[in-house]
C-alpha cells in the first residue's frame, strides 16, 4: 500500500468516525429524561410558552426526524441555539473554547516536553538513587487529585508568599479590554501562572515515566549494539534513542490535550477560569444540552483528529514503522 492510499484510507476512516461519534452522541443525549423545556416548566412557564418552544427547537418531531435534520445542520455548520443564553452555540462556546486552549495546551506541551527530558535523564542514568528520588516523587506527584494541587498551590503562592491572585482571567480593571490586549498585559500573566502550574505539576509524571520506560527498552535492542560497534558518539546514539523511544509519548500528547481541554472543569471551577469545562458545568445544571452535545462532540473530535495526525506522522518519527504496520529493515 502506497502512502497515499494509506493516507486516504486514514482520512476515509477518520471521517466514518467523525460520523459515528456525532450519531452516538445526538441519540444519547435525546435519550437522556429531561431537557431544558422542563427547566422552563419547573421556573413557572405556561404551558402555551412550553409547546410553542418545543415547537421551535423540533423537539416535538420524532426522534428520526431530530436525527436527519441535525445531520443536515451540522453539514451546514449550525450546531443549534443555546437553550439557556439563546445564542448559537459556536458563539456561545468561542470565547470559552480559547479560553481554555490558552491556559490548557500550553501547560500539557511545557509538562511533556518537561516530562520527556526527565524521563529521558532517568532512562539513561538508571540506579537505586535515580529510581527513588526520581520516579517515587513522580509517582507520588501523579496521585494527587488536580484540584487538591490547585488548592495546595493558592495556600503556598497566594495566602502564604502573596504572590499571585487566587483566580480570575484578569483583574477586575482589566474586564473591559479588548481581548488581545488582555492577553499581552501583566495581569493576565500573574493570573495565569497558578493554574499553568497546575496543570503542569500534575501531567508531569505521565510522559516521564511513558519515556522512561520506553528509553530503558529500546537500549535493550540489538540496532543500539550495533551503533556502539560502529564507534558512533554517545550523543548520536541518544538522538537514534529517543527518536525510537518517543513513539508512546507523541501517541500520548493529543489525546492528554484532548482529554485535558474538556476535562479540566476542576481546574477551572478552583480558579474561577471562564473555559470550556466552566460552561460545560453551567450548561449541565441547566439541562443546555446543546452546549453540552457540542462540548463533546469537540472533544471526540479531538481525539479522532489527534489519532489521525499521529498514526499519518509516525513513519516520519521513526523509520522502522511502515505504512503496512510492519517493521523495515
Same mark, same amino acid.
Given at each position: 500500500?502506497?502512502?497515499?492510499?494509506?493516507?486516504?484510507?486514514?482520512?476515509?476512516?477518520? *471521517?466514518? +468516525?467523525? $460520523?459515528?461519534?456525532?450519531?452516538?452522541? /445526538? #441519540?444519547?443525549?435525546? @435519550? %437522556?429524561?429531561?431537557?431544558?423545556?422542563?427547566?422552563?416548566?419547573?421556573?413557572?412557564?405556561?404551558?402555551?410558552?412550553?409547546?410553542?418552544?418545543?415547537?421551535?427547537?423540533?423537539?416535538?418531531?420524532?426522534?428520526?426526524?431530530?436525527?436527519?435534520?441535525?445531520?443536515?445542520?451540522?453539514?451546514?455548520?449550525?450546531?443549534?441555539?443555546?437553550?439557556?443564553?439563546?445564542?448559537?452555540?459556536?458563539?456561545?462556546?468561542?470565547?470559552?473554547?480559547?479560553?481554555?486552549?490558552?491556559?490548557?495546551?500550553?501547560?500539557?506541551?511545557?509538562?511533556?516536553?518537561?516530562?520527556?527530558?526527565?524521563?529521558?535523564?532517568?532512562?539513561?542514568?538508571?540506579?537505586?538513587?535515580?529510581?527513588?528520588?526520581?520516579? *517515587?516523587? +513522580?509517582? $507520588?506527584?501523579?496521585?494527587?487529585?488536580? /484540584? #487538591?494541587?490547585?488548592? @495546595? %498551590?493558592?495556600?503556598?503562592?497566594?495566602?502564604?508568599?502573596?504572590?499571585?491572585?487566587?483566580?480570575?482571567?484578569?483583574?477586575?480593571?482589566?474586564?473591559?479590554?479588548?481581548?488581545?490586549?488582555?492577553?499581552?498585559?501583566?495581569?493576565?500573566?500573574?493570573?495565569?501562572?497558578?493554574?499553568?502550574?497546575?496543570?503542569?505539576?500534575?501531567?508531569?509524571?505521565?510522559?516521564?515515566?511513558?519515556?522512561?520506560?520506553?528509553?530503558?527498552?529500546?537500549?535493550?535492542?540489538?540496532?543500539?549494539?550495533?551503533?556502539?560497534?560502529?564507534?558512533?558518539?554517545?550523543?548520536?546514539?541518544?538522538?537514534?534513542?529517543?527518536?525510537?523511544?518517543?513513539?508512546?509519548?507523541?501517541?500520548?500528547?493529543?489525546?492528554?490535550?484532548?482529554?485535558?481541554?474538556?476535562?479540566?472543569?476542576?481546574?477551572?471551577?478552583?480558579?474561577?477560569?471562564?473555559?470550556?469545562?466552566?460552561?460545560?458545568?453551567?450548561?449541565?445544571?441547566?439541562?443546555?444540552?446543546?452546549?453540552?452535545?457540542?462540548?463533546?462532540?469537540?472533544?471526540?473530535?479531538?481525539?479522532?483528529?489527534?489519532?489521525?495526525?499521529?498514526?499519518?506522522?509516525?513513519?516520519?518519527?521513526?523509520?522502522?514503522?511502515?505504512?503496512?504496520?510492519?517493521?523495515?529493515?
Amino acid at each position: 500500500m502506497s502512502d497515499l492510499k494509506y493516507i486516504l484510507k486514514r482520512s476515509a476512516l477518520t *471521517v466514518l +468516525l467523525i $460520523f459515528f461519534a456525532i450519531t452516538v452522541l /445526538f #441519540f444519547i443525549f435525546r @435519550l %437522556l429524561p429531561g431537557d431544558y423545556v422542563s427547566v422552563l416548566a419547573m421556573d413557572g412557564a405556561d404551558p402555551e410558552t412550553i409547546e410553542s418552544l418545543r415547537a421551535k427547537w423540533g423537539l416535538d418531531e420524532p426522534l428520526y426526524i431530530q436525527y436527519i435534520t441535525y445531520i443536515e445542520n451540522v453539514l451546514q455548520g449550525d450546531l443549534g441555539m443555546s437553550h439557556r443564553y439563546r445564542q448559537p452555540v459556536l458563539q456561545v462556546t468561542g470565547r470559552a473554547i480559547v479560553n481554555s486552549f490558552i491556559l490548557v495546551a500550553p501547560a500539557i506541551t511545557t509538562a511533556f516536553i518537561l516530562g520527556s527530558g526527565f524521563g529521558t535523564l532517568l532512562g539513561t542514568n538508571r540506579s537505586e538513587k535515580g529510581e527513588l528520588w526520581g520516579i *517515587v516523587p +513522580l509517582t $507520588f506527584i501523579g496521585t494527587f487529585p488536580i /484540584f #487538591f494541587m490547585g488548592i @495546595l %498551590l493558592i495556600i503556598v503562592f497566594s495566602f502564604w508568599l502573596n504572590l499571585f491572585p487566587t483566580g480570575g482571567m484578569a483583574a477586575v480593571t482589566q474586564q473591559g479590554l479588548p481581548y488581545s490586549e488582555l492577553l499581552t498585559s501583566a495581569g493576565f500573566w500573574i493570573h495565569y501562572f497558578l493554574p499553568f502550574l497546575t496543570i503542569v505539576v500534575n501531567m508531569l509524571y505521565l510522559p516521564a515515566l511513558t519515556m522512561r520506560t520506553s528509553i530503558v527498552e529500546v537500549l535493550g535492542q540489538d540496532f543500539i549494539d550495533y551503533h556502539r560497534a560502529k564507534g558512533l558518539k554517545r550523543r548520536a546514539q541518544m538522538r537514534h534513542v529517543m527518536k525510537h523511544a518517543s513513539l508512546p509519548v507523541i501517541t500520548q500528547y493529543p489525546v492528554s490535550l484532548s482529554r485535558a481541554i474538556g476535562g479540566m472543569v476542576v481546574v477551572e471551577m478552583v480558579f474561577n477560569w471562564p473555559g470550556i469545562g466552566y460552561l460545560l458545568l453551567q450548561s449541565v445544571y441547566q439541562r443546555d444540552f446543546p452546549v453540552v452535545q457540542f462540548v463533546f462532540l469537540l472533544i471526540a473530535v479531538w481525539v479522532i483528529l489527534g489519532n489521525f495526525v499521529v498514526d499519518i506522522l509516525y513513519s516520519s518519527v521513526d523509520p522502522r514503522v511502515t505504512v503496512e504496520g510492519q517493521e523495515s529493515n
